[in-house]
C-alpha cells in the first residue's frame, strides 16, 4: 500500500532497504545512495518518464526501493507547476530569464531553507518537505538581480584585504 504521493510508508515496508543500496541509474550512472523505504512504483515511473528525468532502473537490483535523494528529485520534478502554454512563449517569466549555472540548494540543511523562507518572507503552504522548500527556495534565488561586474570586483578587493562581511560597513568610506 502507498500514501497519497506514491511513495510507500514506513508501515508497508518496515525493513525495506536496510542494507541495499538505491535501484536507479541517473543519467547512466548507478546510484550508490543507501535505499530508503520508499519503492519506485510503476506510478513513479510514469512519473518520471512524463517529467523527462534521466533515471531508469537497474534491473540487476534485486529490489525497487530508492534513496531519500532521488526520491526528493522525483517530489520536486512532480510538484512544479505546469506553465500554460501561452507562458512557454513569454520570455519574461524566470525560467527564461535566469542564464546562469544551476544551484543545487537541496545540499542546504532545512533549517539553512527555512532562514532564507523567512529572511525574504516568502509564502509558502504549510508542511513543505526539504525538496520542495528548496524548490521554491531556487525559484526565488534566481528572480534576485545580480551586477556581476560590481560583484565581482567587491569579491576580489576582498579577498586581496583579507576582509569579512564584518568589514563591509568601511568599504566605499575610506580615504
Known sequence: ????????????????????????????DRCSRMAGNASYSKRIQKTVAQKKLKLNIDHSARHIYICDYH?????????????????????????????????????????????????YKLQTRPGLNKAQLAETVSRHFKTIPVQ????????IYMIKNHKSKFDQKHFGHDS
Open 1 to 28: 500500500m502507498s500514501n497519497l504521493n506514491g511513495f510507500s510508508t514506513e508501515d508497508d515496508s518496515r525493513d525495506a532497504g536496510h542494507g541495499q543500496i538505491c535501484c536507479l541509474v541517473d543519467d547512466g
Open 148 to 155: 556581476e561586474k560590481e560583484c565581482l570586483t567587491f569579491f
Open 71 to 119: 526520491k526528493g528529485v522525483i517530489q520536486s520534478a512532480r510538484s512544479k507547476r505546469k506553465r500554460k502554454l501561452s507562458d512557454e512563449d513569454d520570455n519574461n517569466s524566470p525560467d527564461h530569464d535566469y542564464d546562469g549555472p544551476e544551484v543545487d540548494l537541496l545540499g542546504l540543511q532545512v533549517n539553512t531553507l527555512r532562514r532564507y523562507k523567512r529572511h
